[in-house]
Each structure stands twice: as C-alpha cells, then as structure tokens.
C-alpha cells in the first residue's frame, strides 16, 4: 500500500536532521541498484530538511547534452550563465577522483499545490517553489555509478539562501535518483534541486553548487548560475 508523504523543511545548509554520514561534500552512502521497474514495488514519497548530508536533488537517465565543452576546473566562488558548464572534481564516498561537467539548464517556477504531495501543511504556505533543473556528465576515468551529485541549493534576489527541501522516494516534479549503472566516461543525467521562495513577490534568483571542494571553508564561495 502506498504510504502518504510526509516530512520537514529546512535552509540548505543549517538543518539539523542527519540521515546519512558526511566525510567531505559529495560523500555519503551510495544508493544500492534499483529494481527492475517490473517488479518494484511503489516508491514511498517524503521530504526532509536539505542539508549537507542530505543531497536536495535527483537524477533521470534522458538528459540533454550539457552546455558547452569541459574545460578547467571551475574555481572557488565562479559565476555562470544559466546554461554555461562547470567542470567539477568529484569524490563520492570510495568513489574517488572523478570529474563531471556540471551544467544549470534552468530555474523554473513551480505552483504551491506542487507541494501538497509532500504533506509539508502550513511549514510551506505561502511559499513558492522553484526547480533547479541541470545537467551532470562524466568526463573522467571513474565509474560513478550509483553516486549522487546533490549540493544544489536556490539563492533568493538579494544572495540570501532559499529554503530547500529534500525528497526522498518519487516526486515527479523533481525526480529524486542517483546515477544509474554505467555512468563512465560521455554519460549524462539530469538533475533537480528544490527551492522555495517565501512569497510570490520574491523568487529564486540563481542556483549555488557548494559540494567539495567548494564547501570548505578555507576555499570560500561555491559556483554560482544565475
């Protein structure tokens, strides 16, 4: 029987809810293989704080080309069109040394009745969601099955973050998946973060990356699309 949604809110990087171990930005358990889609049962929808152990974005196996070619490892603090790609070192967990070309291709506004699927009752009224769509491609050696490229947060017109919300289980608004099998080097896949604007006269302005290595203190800002 499927279980109705239920779940909590939370800025992206101070909630307090811990649901897998974090070593460094992008590391955490890696998803086991899904079932074949005959025999799967229907995945449970929930939603949590966004945080940094709890990637607030998903992944699709029909993803468009990323924008432009690979080139130099993006820098700390690094401003792109939406559109432009950034290339990206990338450790997951024992997964190390990969290296993806990261691209935003677009931030859309969604409805409030979006939300209504995800039992979030008053904690989003009047709140306004927004999609952060974009693109992963692998252009390194490493395998990166299974891993999940999260760290995608929404930045409101006046740079303060957005309210995000991470889903676990199938929200179509925003699918929620790691990488599928296979993903080597040339793979692509497509991605979602969740954003909330706190009133329709405000909106998401722009989407910040801030996985490792950019999330390190020592190393500053994230790579920003706006």
């Not at 990637?55 to 490892?73: C, F």
Request: charged share 15%.
């Amino acid at each position: 029987m499927r279980r109705a949604a239920t779940g909590v809110i939370g800025l992206a990087v101070a909630g307090t809810l811990t649901l897998t171990g974090c070593k460094n930005g992008n590391e955490e358990t890696p998803a086991a293989p899904a079932a074949p889609a005959s025999s799967a049962p229907a995945a449970d929808q929930s939603a949590a704080p966004a945080n940094p152990s709890t990637p607030a974005g998903g992944y699709g196996t029909d993803a468009p080309a990323a924008g432009g070619a690979a080139g130099a490892t993006a820098k700390s603090g690094q401003v792109f069109k939406i559109g432009e790609t950034a290339t990206v070192p990338f450790d997951y967990g024992k997964t190390k040394g990969g290296t993806i070309a990261l691209t935003v291709t677009a931030i859309e506004k969604g409805s409030p009745a979006d939300l209504d699927a995800l039992k979030l009752g008053d904690q989003v009224k009047g709140k306004i969601p927004y999609y952060i769509r974009y693109s992963v491609k692998n252009v390194g050696t490493t395998d990166l099955s299974f891993t999940t490229v999260g760290h995608m947060k929404g930045l409101l017109g006046d740079n303060t973050e957005a309210q995000g919300v991470s889903v676990i289980g199938k929200f179509e608004k925003c699918p929620n998946e790691s990488l599928p099998k296979g993903f080597t080097n040339g793979q692509q896949a497509t991605g979602c973060a969740i954003a909330l604007a706190p009133s329709d006269q405000t909106k998401v302005a722009s989407a910040e990356y801030w996985g490792d290595p950019y999330n390190s203190l020592s190393k500053g800002k994230g790579l920003v699309w706006k």
